[in-house]
């Protein structure tokens, strides 16, 4: 365990990730690529990131960056995750989801779920191709993209066998997840507002807000989940971690999760933190083991 513990520290910058073949998700809609005459790129698409051949375990996973519904910081919570996964064996793959701000105003609920969803059924229909199992594809999520990296695992769409796409025949349940300062309720006291409005729009009823708060939806079904949080987070309360980690209990799911004493929120990989900075080998170390049991 202390061995593959510094391995995975000291592979934190050892490489430069550049993505090697971009999707769109919806490429039957050409015109979302036109706005007021121009093209644009920030259309629902995923970036894949190829660890080095040498390196490969067989395991990926799908990022979703934070940035409250409104914008994706793709750096800290997404190129340089790549970079860290690839590091350590794991094809990684960064997902561009729909927001309801800039040139995609306007998108809320059920877009960015349906994005997600359709990703992972995608990332699965491109393993072999890929070079890792489809039964080892695991999600993680920060922040608003922790919302919705848990709704992609809470909420699952079945395979369809006889579905004309490759993607519509795997399901979307990932096989792992990891959940890094995730926003979770969407109607408690200690709900990230903006997030919740953005998703939801400001006039969503109380039954809605309850309905997509994903510690309400975890079942039998849901997979492995670890949690990263500050206790002194003051942008997504660790409360959200607590009761998602509490509802993972009471149905028996796996779950881990570590608190750290400092880091407020958004600290992504933490690379000048020594303390923080432990969390994404403890994940490697946590994925390991989940996969290799």
């Not at 660790?238 to 799911?253: D, M, P, R």
Request: charged share 15%; proline share 6%.
């Amino acid at each position: 365990m202390k061995k593959s513990f510094i391995a995975a520290m000291l592979t934190i910058s050892t490489l430069t990730a550049t993505a090697q073949e971009r999707i769109d998700l919806y490429p039957d809609h050409p015109e979302w690529k036109i706005l007021g005459g121009k093209e644009i790129n920030d259309v629902p698409h995923i970036e894949y990131y190829a660890a080095p051949a040498s390196k490969k375990n067989g395991a990926a996973v799908l990022v979703c960056p934070g940035g409250g519904y409104t914008n994706l910081a793709l750096g800290h919570e997404g190129k340089d995750v790549a970079e860290f996964f690839n590091a350590n064996g794991f094809d990684a793959i960064v997902l561009h989801y729909r927001l309801n701000g800039g040139p995609q105003a306007g998108s809320t609920y059920p877009a960015q779920y349906n994005d997600v969803t359709l990703a992972m059924q995608i990332v699965k229909s491109k393993a072999k191709n890929w070079g890792f199992s489809p039964d080892k594809v695991g999600v993680l999520g920060f922040s608003a993209g922790g919302h919705l990296a848990s709704m992609l695992t809470t909420m699952h769409v079945a395979a369809e066998p006889n579905a004309k796409s490759a993607h519509g025949r795997f399901n979307s349940r990932p096989a792992f997840s990891i959940l890094v300062y995730p926003v979770i309720s969407l109607s408690e006291g200690f709900r990230h507002k903006g997030s919740a409005n953005n998703l939801l729009g400001a006039d969503a009823s109380k039954e809605k807000q309850d309905s997509l708060s994903t510690q309400n939806r975890i079942t039998d079904q849901t997979p492995p989940v670890m949690l990263i949080h500050a206790s002194d987070d003051k942008g997504v309360p660790v409360e959200n971690s607590l009761v998602f980690y509490k509802a993972l209990l009471q149905h028996n799911i796996p779950a881990t999760m570590h608190i750290y004493d400092h880091g407020g929120h958004g600290f992504g990989m933490a690379p000048k933190d020594p303390v923080l900075n432990t969390w994404p080998a403890l994940v490697v170390n946590w994925i390991n083991g989940m996969l290799n049991k």
